[in-house]
């Protein structure tokens, strides 16, 4: 692929975010927050409305759920996704908190799966959310089952953003945690992703040992004790173990 061509792909995907982040937007406004030439933006748009991708009405445009139709597409080619069958309802009606699957992806932790228990606070999670590795339970489960290397090479590429002050910004601070994560089988955080909220994570590995995803729950920090962290913490190795295993017949 050419240069151009590659910038080319580049501006249409720009344009798609800016659409999404900010639910739409009108052909001006969207060539001032992206910092180009109206023209472009406009024929771009008129490509995208082509492709099904990009919809106009009141000259004002939007995503469609045709990216909603890929994710989905997607989603269910995910071996781990098939291989948790139920287990993810069954640990939100045991739990009563919010449950999400994780997968590693591009650097970043992202949610395959939702559930959410009787109890669950709102979290607005959704399939296709993003969130940085080193800054989540799920994200340390991830990386404390990766090789060194490539979990130096991700701190490289990402950075270390702090999104609480509970966030780990150290890279020794974050490969010590890794260690204890591998040795008692899950990952806590508490706070440093989302202010107030405790994170319980299992790694979910295959039968040679590599990393397929992580299975995570997660809660008020007034409503997960010391005492419920355990019970949550068996209850999602459980899991992620009866994950490894259906992985074997996916």
Not at 57 to 84: C, D, I, M, P
Not at 118 to 143: E, Q, S, T, W
Not at 152 to 169: A, W
């Amino acid at each position: 692929m050419t240069g151009s061509s590659n910038r080319s792909v580049e501006r249409a995907f720009r344009i798609v975010d800016e659409l999404a982040e900010n639910g739409g937007g009108r052909v001006s406004e969207l060539a001032d927050r992206l910092e180009m030439p109206v023209s472009t933006v406009h024929n771009y748009l008129q490509a995208l409305v082509e492709t099904g991708y990009v919809t106009v009405e009141n000259k004002e445009y939007s995503t469609t759920t045709r990216f909603l139709e890929v994710g989905h597409r997607q989603r269910h080619r995910l071996e781990v996704f098939q291989a948790v069958s139920d287990e993810l309802q069954d640990i939100a009606t045991e739990t009563g908190e919010h449950v999400t699957l994780l997968v590693e992806e591009n650097d970043q932790c992202v949610i395959v799966a939702v559930q959410e228990g009787p109890d669950a606070v709102n979290l607005f999670a959704y399939p296709g959310a993003r969130m940085p590795l080193h800054a989540a339970a799920p994200g340390k489960a991830i990386l404390a089952h990766m090789p060194e290397d490539r979990v130096r090479g991700i701190i490289d590429r990402q950075g270390l953003v702090e999104m609480t002050n509970r966030t780990i910004t150290d890279p020794d601070v974050l490969f010590d945690q890794l260690a204890e994560i591998r040795e008692q089988g899950y990952a806590v955080d508490e706070g440093e992703r989302i202010a107030g909220m405790v994170c319980i994570s299992a790694p979910v590995l295959d039968k040679s040992d590599e990393i397929r995803g992580a299975i995570c729950v997660c809660g008020p920090q007034s409503r997960i004790d010391e005492g419920r962290r355990e019970e949550i913490a068996d209850v999602v190795k459980r899991s992620a173990n009866v994950t490894q295993v259906n992985l074997d017949y996916v």
